[in-house]
Structures are given as structure tokens and as C-alpha cells.
């Protein structure tokens, strides 16, 4: 079998079209989409305003989740950065049922091919490697494609020796591909210590949320382990850990907050503060003329 077949290249790019008017809509309506409502605190806020605070809650600082291009804009210096395989898209290896439907669904509703954006760009003047994954896509979820991506990051970030950088937010893997979606918990795993190796420096951004496979793998193994406030991380669910151990389990259990307490975090960076404290460890490590190893009070 070939494993080529996996993958295959679009031809073009698809962008989600801009919404029209319903000609149905009243005069005073208000339009799908100008107003967001916090799932914290209940406030409404108008969609522009909410861009403007990067998606963060002013009333009550709720991290909304944001999606892979608007993480690029707002990390990136100027929002300027060189795209990765942005013509790669997952084909069905195993003939799943409504799989194919699900990904073109997928795409015109994110306008992405796929659930993670991989890059380059500078922070604060500094060159990186990055990778987004996109949690409107399939829930995030890791499939070969996505594992292919992100190796594929790793290993450029290897050869440039540049510094790493992977935002995760993933439901897990993708249960469409089976095997072939867990066999990604390996390769990209392995990426990363190949990256390793070589003195790389990895640095880790768990957000909302960051479950299973892809907690299992890559995304726990960052020289640094940064999390946005309030982020879902873990493997297993929280019931199916309530079940099996027989226990009830704190009201906190499995946030950002409670890996922090635990010692599995080095920080929780509210959005708002994220590219400075980037910046902040990659100027340490720039000085100290090499790119791997944990260096930085953060």
C-alpha cells in the first residue's frame, strides 16, 4: 500500500463565503453574528468589541476560543508569516460513512483545509516555527493530515533551527481514521525528539481544550508548558475518571488552574500577555546563543 495515498494536494484553496442577509430579516433584527454571548458570565458583547479585547471576556476575562488564522494575526509580528502546506487536505482511507461530507463541511465552514495552520514568522524579532490547531474544525481533532503538518513543522523548525512553537486545542484523535489518526500520537512524538536532540527549544501553549491523543503526545512535551486561563486539559474525561476510580473529583479538575497547582504547568498566560512572555523567552534564549533547554523565569 502506499502511503501517499493518504494525502492528497487540493487544487484550490477554500474560503468559507461571506453570509448574506436572510431576505426574510426584519428591520431592528440583530444579524447572526455582530452579537457573542460570554458562557461565563452571561454579558453580551458586540463581536467587534470582543475583537478588540483578542476574544477574552472584558466583563469576566473568559478566554473565547480563537481560530487558527487569527491566532497567526495576533502572535505574529505585524500579522506577517510564511504559510506550510496549506494545500495538504485528508482524503478517507477507510471509507468512513459521511466522512467526506464532514470534511468539505468542515472547510467551507472554517475556510481551512485542515484543522491545524503550520508557519513561520518572527516574534518580536525573532524567528519561529509555528502551529495552530483550529477547534472549529472536526473539534480540532488529530488525523493524518494533522500529525503529518505538524511533523512536517517540526522538522522544518529542526533544519532552520528555529525555535517551536505549537498552540494546541484539539478534542483528541480522529476517530474517522482509526489506527492511521493514532499512529500520529507516535510520529509527532518522535518529531519532537528528534527536535530535541538537536537542541531545540519547544515551547507549548495548551488552550481550550486540549484532550486526549494530542494531550498524550506532543503537546506535553514542551521544553515549556504554557496554558491560556481556564483551558481543558487532560486525556480522559472527566466522568470516566469519576467511574473508575470511584471518586468525586474537584470542581476544578483538569483546568489550566489545577495543572498549575499540581506542578504539570510552568504558567497560565492570559491572552493578552502571551506574545510578550514569548518574546520574553525567546530573547533569553537567543542570548544565550543556543535555542534548546529551559532558561527563563517565566
Known sequence: MNWREFFRKSTKAKRAPRPLPSPTQKTGDVPEGIIEKCPQCGALLYTRELEQHLYVCPKCGHHFPMSAPERFRLTFDGG?????DADLVSDDPLE???YREKLEQAMQKTGLTEAVMTGEGTIKGHPVVMAAMDGRFIMG???????????????NARIKRYPLIIFAASGGARMQEGMLSLMQMAKTSAAVERFHRTGGLFISVL????TGGVSASFAMLGDYLFA???ALIGFAGRRIIEQTIRQELPPDFQTAEFLLRHGQLDRVVPRKEMRDVLGKVLAVHAGRGRSGGKAASV
Open 228 to 230: 491560556e486561563p481556564g
Open 96 to 98: 468512513f460513512p459521511g
Open 141 to 155: 481533532s488529530m488525523g493524518s493530515v494533522v500529525g503529518e503538518k505538524i511533523a512536517r513543522a517540526i522538522e
Open 207 to 210: 488552550t481550550h481544550p486540549t
Open 80 to 84: 506577517r508569516f510564511f504559510e506550510y
